[in-house]
């Protein structure tokens, strides 16, 4: 997560990658219990504007952490709060 929070290297931004996540996002902490990754982020993440940034944030973050086998689902936080979390 924190090289996704980093954003692309300019190598990636020459091959066309890019990122929708809000400049500034800290990662504030995560932890995986039974398979279930809670990521929470800084207020930042809520800068995001429009169901489909919103979307494509969410992508971002779960495809990140679904690469790990342990992961099974994703709970995305902002300042310890999951409530309204990416809704556009």
Known sequence: LKELLAGPTS???EAGYATE??????????????????????????????????EAIRAQIERTLFQFPSVQSVIIQVEGKEEEVLEP
Request: hydrophobic share 40%; glycine share 10%.
């Open 21 to 54: 996540l809000p400049r500034g996002v800290v990662l504030r902490g995560i932890r995986i219990t039974n398979g279930v990754a809670v990521a929470n982020f800084s207020s930042q993440l809520r800068s995001s504007a429009g169901a489909c940034r919103a």
């Open 11 to 13: 190598s990636d931004r």
